[in-house]
Structures are given as C-alpha cells and as structure tokens.
C-alpha cells in the first residue's frame, strides 16, 4: 500500500481543505483513507466504520462550513478520518492511549467536535436541540447528524424523526447505511435522481405546487401532496421517511464524491426546506481488502499488519470473562430448554454468540434497543422462560426505568449478566461501568452478584438460572480472568453468603468483585509490615451476607470495604447495617470505591492506580487508619 500523502500534508483543516479544487479531492479521500489504515494498525480501535465514510467525511467539510456548520457523528467510532481532517493529524497515533486523543467525538477536545458521543442513536436529538436553539438565536448555519442504520434501530433515533418532522426545523440527517438491505440499488439513475430531487429548482416547484395546492379545496389539496409523495416514493423510496415529516433524498453512493457533493450542496442551499433525510450507502472497511472481507473482525482492532491485516494480539494466560459467560451459559441450557440468551447488538461483545451457535432458536439479538431487550426478557419471564440480559454495564444504563419499572416491580425473574464492569481502558469514560451497583442494589429484592474471578462468574450464572422468584445481576470486568482453575461443574451459591479467602486477626478487606486479587496481595504487604489481616469475598452486594459484616466489624480493629463501582453501591449496603447495628463504635470503617470523577481512556492498570483502587492504596488506608504512616498517599475522593 502506498503510504505517501503529499495533498493530506497540506490539508490541516477544514478550511484548508475547501481551498483544494473538486478535482483535487478524490486524490485526498484515498490519501485520508492510507493515513486512517496507518494510524489504527498502529493504536488499534475502531477501522471498518470510519474506512467507510471517508468520501462522505471529504464531501461534508467540503460542502459545510465546520465548525460554524455542526456536524455531528452518531455513536463517533467512525470519527477517526474526521478528527485527522480537523486540526489532530498531529496527534492521531495517540488515539485511545493515556493523555491522547479520545476514539470518539468529545467537545472538550475539539471545536470541530459539537457533541461527545460513544452511546449511540443520540446524534439526531442532539441535532434537533441545536438546530432550534439556531432558530431561536436568528442565526443561519447548518445543524448535520451523521447516523448509521445500526444506529437508527433504536427508538431514541425515531423519536427524534418523529419530533424534528413535527417542528419543521431545518436539520439534516445522513443515514449512512452500510448493513441493512433497505435501498434500491445505487447507480447513475439513482444519482440523478437524488441530484433532482435536492435541487434548488425542485424544491421550489415542489413548494410553488403546495401553495398552489392551498388555494384549492382541502380533498384536491391532499390529493396533490399524496400523489406527489407516491411517485418520489416509487422511484426513490423513502416513504417512511417522508411520513415523518422528513424530505427524503436518496439512495446515493457515499462512495463517489460526484454523486455526494452536488447533492450536499442543494440541501446546504435549500431555503426553508426544513428536516431533509440523504441516504447514503456506503461499505464498510471500503478500500482496505481484510477489513472488506470481515467487516465484524474489523469493526475494532488491535494493532494490525497493514499488508497482511494481521493482527497482533497477545496470547491469553486465561479465558476471557466473557467467554466464560458465553459457555457457561450454553452449558447450562444444554441441559435447559427454558433458558435463553438476549443482547442488544454485542453477541460478540457478549459472548452471546456462543450460546448462539448452539442454540440458535433460544438466541435473540433486538439491535441497538436497550430499553426494548429488558421489557422483551420480562415479557418472556412472564411464560416461565429464563431469560438473561446479557448488556455492558454502561449500556444497561439506557434501560434502566424498565428495568425498575416492567422487572423489578413485578419482580420478573430476569437475569442481568453485566459484562465490562469497572475501568475498560481505552473505551475510557464512556464505557467504564461504574454505576450498576448502586443503580441495582437500591432496588427492592434485587439480587446483585460481583464475580471476583473466573470460576466465581461460573458459579454466579448457575446461580442466576437457579433464581426464579426475582430479578438477578451478576457483574464481571472485561478482559481476561486471573488464571485460576475452572469447576468442572457450576455450583448453586447460597444467597446472600460471602467466603472467607484469608484469616487474620487486625484488618479486614471485604472486597466485592474483582479486586479480590488486589486485597490479597495487601494483605501480605500487611503481613509484611505485622499487621494480621483477613480478606473475604462478598460475593453479593445485595443481599449483603450481613453475619460476616458483624463478624469482621467485631474481630478486627478496620474494615476496609473495596469494589469496582460508584458511591453508594456495596459500601453503602454495608455501612447501613453496622449504623443500625452500632458496630461502628467497635471498627474503624474505610470504604474504597470509584472516585467522584470520569477517568480519561488509558491503560487499565493505570485508571485503577488513578482511582486509589490497588494493593499499595489498601494498604495506605489500612495503615493510616491505625495510626500508622504510608508512603503510599491514600485516595482522595474528589
């Protein structure tokens, strides 16, 4: 591949870039498109998706006057080419790294980034809020939301058409479709076409007609417009769209600049045009052939081979909590046929789609729709099925009023298996799961599971299945597990009861979740320094196993309590019974959890050493709350 990128050199910005002629920018969307293959084979993140919008990411910064224009990209992983267009090339190979760029859009590091996304399905609400607040100011630039069609699966996106139809401000929407099979087929009819309609002299006639229309009686009125949407719709599709109150335009090839860019320009020049809907098909992993052959194993990568798109990943020393997930679960329904397994677009990500290939009927993916998959698995809760949730920490947090509402109320026995809980490194603050502890545990007879390894998690699934009067969450970090031995078969864990991992007599840890391996390395660095100390697993933050609490409160001169989660999570759990209990007065009480504060992208090792979360920190806390002297600086909750 050549790598030579003499016109990118010279484009350091948007408004660099709209000095170059028409004929100029094919040469730099395939120069953009080397540099953005360059920069990820060596950061890793996301490829396929920002590979396909490399000619649309051209033609927009071309066509619209950014950052005065907002231009707004859905979920952001297809940001990259964008942000070495807007002023970061210099910084691009920091991408996802500690102090380095973020791998989605966020105001706080660019101009050029109107809105932080990483969540998706927002882009179109967000745009609305801007383009009225346009309206209301009498200002006259551009509002645009770049979404894809995965992305428009969700109902926050059609709430947002339905809402933007209704006020009939002007805002434009690109759906970039570049999975579904929902278009005709894209050539040179359909390009003119989408010339024709987005034209200037079109949408005045079409508009001419209307008032022309008005002025006749309200049946030959409908008429006119029916007719007028029946035969766009015959030759462009759309109908959906334009029943929305959107102007449809479309199906065009995002791939070729002389099909986009005359259509960007009449819906740029469009007056009182109002909501405007452009369809563009595009491919992802477009001009790189691994990345276009596997769109899934290149949607996020490690740090690659660029001849070979060979990528370098480093051999696992354990199994992966997540596939430990996915095959304990296909194990347990093996034998099982009323479990089943729900995820919202992570069947990957979730280890899903293990328990999919064994039981493809029993395996349902609802798309980008959380809110949608949690009343889903209560509905099928209600006929006796058992239904897991399988959802990242931070996605749950989109479903959660049906959560409270359609599961918890009715106290439907959904299982929630929350993968990514705690820091996960370069997904930075976006996807670090920091609050299903204290947003499940509030919960009246919810049953909250932490798994402090592998084995642990194991246990937790056949625990969940086992649970059939109640709704259930057991949470595990990303990555791999510690390296321990595996159970030949699961185990059905007593609710609401700990372990004791290590006995001492001076300080006890009790750690929930994955810091368990932490807190027993304190307690040698304790050991060491002749303080005796006990380390338990408290398995469950709710039901809290409250003889144990009383047990360490009374035994010991300082609890420390530890977990990978927000105040007001297990620490609250159990500093609430040793206040009613007044076993206060008999420990001195140290919860440790996440700081008051969203962490930036980097390694994990180094976001938990930020959060105060690791073995030195433990025992900082602990030797500073007998009196004694650390080197180690104890956290500071911000």
Same mark, same amino acid.
């Given at each position: 591949m050549n790598t030579s990128t003499p016109l990118l050199d010279k484009v350091n910005s948007p408004a660099a870039l709209r000095s170059l002629a028409e004929s100029e920018l094919r040469q730099l969307a395939d120069e953009l498109r080397t540099e953005t293959i360059s920069a990820v084979s060596q950061t890793g993140g996301h490829l396929g998706a920002g590979l396909g919008v490399i000619e649309l990411t051209v033609a927009l910064h071309y066509i619209f006057d950014t950052p005065s224009d907002r231009l707004i990209w859905d979920v952001g992983h297809q940001c990259y080419p964008h942000k070495i267009l807007t002023e970061r090339r210099d910084r691009i190979r920091t991408l996802r790294q500690g102090a380095g760029l973020s791998g989605f859009t966020k105001r706080s590091e660019s101009v050029y980034d109107p809105f932080g996304t990483a969540h998706s399905s927002t882009s179109i609400s967000a745009g609305l809020g801007m383009a009225v607040a346009r309206d209301l100011g009498d200002k006259d630039n551009s509002v645009i939301a770049v979404i894809g069609d995965g992305a428009m699966s969700a109902g926050m996106a059609f709430e947002a058409l339905n809402n933007a139809g209704?006020?009939?401000?002007?805002?434009?929407?690109?759906?970039?479709?570049?999975?579904?099979?929902?278009?005709?087929?894209?050539?040179?009819?359909?390009?003119?076409?989408?010339?024709?309609?987005?034209?200037?002299?079109?949408?005045?006639?079409?508009?001419?007609?209307?008032?022309?229309?008005?002025?006749?009686?309200? #049946?030959?009125? /409908?008429?006119?417009?029916? +007719? =007028? $949407?029946? &035969?766009?719709?015959?030759?462009?599709?759309?109908?959906?769209?334009?029943?929305?109150?959107?102007?449809?335009?479309?199906?065009?090839?995002?791939?070729?600049?002389?099909?986009?860019?005359?259509?960007?320009?009449?819906?740029?020049?469009?007056?009182?045009?109002?909501?405007?809907?452009?369809?563009?098909?595009? #491919?992802?992993? /477009?001009?790189?052939?691994? +990345? =276009? $052959?596997? &769109?899934?194993?290149?949607?996020?990568v490690s740090k690659f081979d660029i001849v070979t798109g060979?990528?370098?990943?480093?051999?696992?020393?354990?199994?992966?909590?997540?596939?430990?997930?996915?095959?304990?679960?296909?194990?347990?329904?093996?034998?099982?046929?009323k479990i089943v397994a729900v995820t919202a677009a992570m069947p990957d990500g979730t280890g899903v789609n293990i328990f999919q290939e064994k039981h493809p009927d029993r395996s349902f993916d609802v798309g980008i729709a959380e809110q949608h998959a949690v009343t889903f698995c209560a509905g099928l809760a209600t006929e006796g099925y058992k239904p897991f949730a399988a959802i990242y920490s931070t996605f749950l947090q989109r479903g959660y009023d049906q959560v409270v509402h359609d599961v918890a109320i009715q106290k439907l026995p959904v299982r929630f298996a929350i993968d990514?809980?705690?820091?996960?490194?370069?997904?930075?603050?976006?996807?670090?799961?920091?609050?299903?502890?204290?947003?499940?545990?509030?919960?009246?007879?919810?049953?909250?599971?932490?798994?402090?390894?592998?084995?642990?998690?194991?246990?937790?699934?056949?625990?969940a299945a086992s649970i059939d009067d109640r709704p259930s969450a057991f949470r595990y970090p990303r990555g791999e597990g510690v390296g321990v031995d595996m159970p030949e078969r699961p185990e059905v864990l007593e609710i609401g009861k700990g372990r004791v991992v290590r006995e001492g007599k001076t300080v006890a840890i009790l750690s929930l979740g994955a810091r368990l391996q932490e807190s027993l390395q304190a307690a040698d660095l304790l050991q060491a320094k002749g303080y005796s100390t006990t380390v338990a697993d408290a398995r469950f933050a709710k039901p809290i196993d409250a003889d144990l609490v009383r047990k360490l409160a009374r035994g010991h001169d300082v609890l420390i309590t530890i977990e990978e989660g927000s105040i007001g999570g297990f620490a609250t759990q159990v500093l609430d019974l040793l206040v009613r209990e007044d076993l206060t007065q008999q420990v001195k009480v140290r919860p440790m959890f996440m700081p008051d504060a969203f962490l930036d992208q980097d390694k994990p090792e180094v976001q938990y050493e930020q959060a105060g979360l690791t073995a030195p920190h433990i025992v900082a806390t602990a030797v500073a709350a007998l009196g004694g002297d650390s080197e180690v600086e104890t956290p500071v909750r911000a």
């Open positions: 209704s006020m009939n401000s002007r805002l434009i929407v690109i759906l970039n479709d570049n999975d579904m099979s929902i278009a005709p087929p894209v050539g040179a009819m359909s390009a003119y076409l989408s010339r024709l309609l987005s034209s200037k002299s079109y949408m005045s006639l079409r508009s001419l007609g209307k008032h022309i229309a008005e002025r006749f009686p309200k #049946q030959l009125e /409908k008429a006119a417009e029916r +007719a =007028e $949407e029946f &035969a766009r719709g015959f030759v462009t599709g759309g109908t959906l769209f334009e029943e929305m109150g959107f102007y449809y335009v479309g199906p065009i090839d995002g791939h070729n600049l002389e099909h986009l860019l005359p259509v960007l320009k009449n819906v740029r020049d469009a007056e009182g045009a109002g909501p405007v809907l452009i369809h563009v098909v595009t #491919q992802k992993g /477009k001009g790189y052939a691994p +990345a =276009e $052959e596997s &769109a899934d194993k290149y949607h996020g060979t990528q370098v990943k480093a051999k696992p020393n354990a199994p992966s909590y997540t596939k430990v997930f996915g095959q304990t679960l296909t194990k347990l329904a093996d034998e099982d046929d990514r809980a705690g820091y996960v490194g370069a997904d930075g603050q976006t996807h670090c799961g920091a609050f299903d502890i204290a947003y499940l545990a509030s919960l009246p007879d919810f049953i909250v599971m932490a798994a402090s390894d592998e084995a642990e998690l194991v246990h937790m699934v056949a625990t």
